[in-house]
């Protein structure tokens, strides 16, 4: 970078007092002409400095933006305390930490107590968030009254029975439990290939024990934004102790329970503080009165052994894929109300059908009475359940193609 050379000294008038009127005149005019010029001169300088500064106005603008874009590349939420002349108080997410920060320029709206907002790593407040509602709504489903009961599942009989001595025993009776002395199962995971009934048969245990059902998507707690996964699992704790009794299903926990990884980027730590939230929430249920635990996966093979211990996920009840005998119950239930011909042979129907789940029988059922309608027929038959089977055949293997599940 070349330094500018320094400003043209300032002309001096240099008057001698042997100096005739003549010569003084001639002196003042060049003296004049002297300070014109120096003037120009300066005024060009002044001009180039000018024209610089804008070029390097641009760059600042610019390294601003990608600083602003380095600095929002991962933010954290924090809820607004107050808002004061010296700055704003936040309350980060996650470990409750109290700042006193300022927010970004961009960021034009008031703040106001209680607003939700995201910060940079260095608490500067970065946007304004929508209601904290919505994050809510997506990740839980609450049902003060679902109407699943244990004779709409078919089949599973066994897990049935572990699920309602697990369950809905220590909600009805809790006092047997204490006068024997004995805790109930913290938690019960259900365990199995997507589609066999899991979230059925926690809907059903709800309903019957007059529970609220209250569901919570481990998809959806890993996609939020940092520190927003433990928050909503705070949430869904609070929301059970609101609604006693009720029951807790959490879908999918393997999205917040596998393994460790090896790798440290912030999603893995952020869906680890997510699980050690959920671990400690349960470590402090005891005291909780009527709430029972349930959670589920597809992929056992990868939850991390921390969640399985004793006072957590400690009753595991595995539901596979329907057998000949649990499918023909399936397809029973699911047919109950439709009207089939009299000589449709169900369990004939079944015996080759070894990889249909729950799921896809209950499919089934719906593709042959569509079949039937199709064909301006109020009669379901046979023919109507194999072309069913046929076309969730060829559906099936070009979403093997693409998914591969590895129960
Ligand atoms: N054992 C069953 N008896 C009757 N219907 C079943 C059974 N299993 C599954 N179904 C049918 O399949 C649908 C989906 O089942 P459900 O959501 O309970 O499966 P899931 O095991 O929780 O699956 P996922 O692991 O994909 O969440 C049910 O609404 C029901 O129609």
Excluded at 122 to 151: C, G, H, K, N, W
Excluded at 179 to 205: D, I, N, R
Excluded at 228 to 239: A, I, P
Excluded at 387 to 392: G, P, S, T
């Amino acid at each position: 970078m070349s330094h500018s050379p320094s400003l043209p000294d300032r002309p001096r008038l240099e008057l001698d007092p042997e100096m005739s009127d003549g010569e003084r005149l001639e002196a003042i005019r060049k003296h004049f002409r002297r300070i014109v010029q120096v003037n120009d001169e300066i005024e060009q300088r002044l001009e180039d400095a000018e024209s610089r500064r804008s070029e390097l106005q641009r760059d600042v603008d610019e390294l601003k933006r990608e600083n602003e874009v380095l600095k929002t590349s991962s933010l954290y939420i924090a809820s607004v305390e107050e808002s004061t002349e010296d700055g704003v108080v936040i309350k980060q997410h996650g470990n409750n930490q109290e700042v006193l920060t300022e927010a970004a320029s961009s960021v034009s709206a008031d703040l106001d107590p209680g607003d939700r907002v995201a910060i940079n790593d260095s608490f500067a407040i970065q946007t304004v968030l929508d209601d904290e509602t919505d994050a809510r709504a997506q990740a839980m489903e609450v049902d003060a009254s679902p109407d699943v009961t244990y004779e709409d599942i078919g089949g599973i009989d066994d897990q049935i029975r572990d699920v309602r001595e697990a369950v809905e025993d220590p909600l009805e009776n809790p006092e047997t439990f204490e006068t024997v002395g004995v805790e109930p199962p913290s938690g019960v995971l259900l365990h199995g290939p997507p589609g066999t009934g899991k979230t059925m048969l926690a809907k059903a245990v709800a309903n019957e024990s007059d529970a609220t059902f209250i569901k919570m998507a481990g998809s959806e707690l890993v996609r939020k934004f940092i520190g927003e996964g433990s928050r909503l699992v705070r949430d869904l704790f609070e929301l059970a102790a609101d609604r006693e009794p009720a029951v807790i299903f959490i879908d999918e926990i393997d999205a917040v329970a596998a393994k460790r990884t090896d790798s440290k980027t912030s999603g893995d730590a952020e869906v680890q503080r997510t699980m050690m939230q959920l671990l400690s929430e349960m470590d402090g249920f005891d005291d909780r009165g009527e709430i029972r635990i349930m959670a589920a996966t597809n992929r056992f093979d990868m939850l991390d052994e921390a969640i399985l211990r004793p006072g957590r996920f400690d009753r595991l009840i595995e539901v596979p894929k329907p057998d000949a005998e649990a499918r023909e119950r399936i397809l029973e239930i699911h047919t109950e109300g439709m009207n089939v011909a009299d000589d449709l042979d169900l369990s004939g129907l079944v015996t080759d059908l070894e990889e249909f789940s729950g799921a896809d029988l209950a499919s089934l059922a719906t593709e042959a009475g569509m079949f039937a309608i199709r064909d301006g027929r109020t009669e379901v038959t046979r023919s109507d359940f194999e072309d069913a089977v046929e076309k969730l055949d060829s559906a099936e293997e070009t979403a093997d193609r693409n998914i591969h599940y590895q129960y």
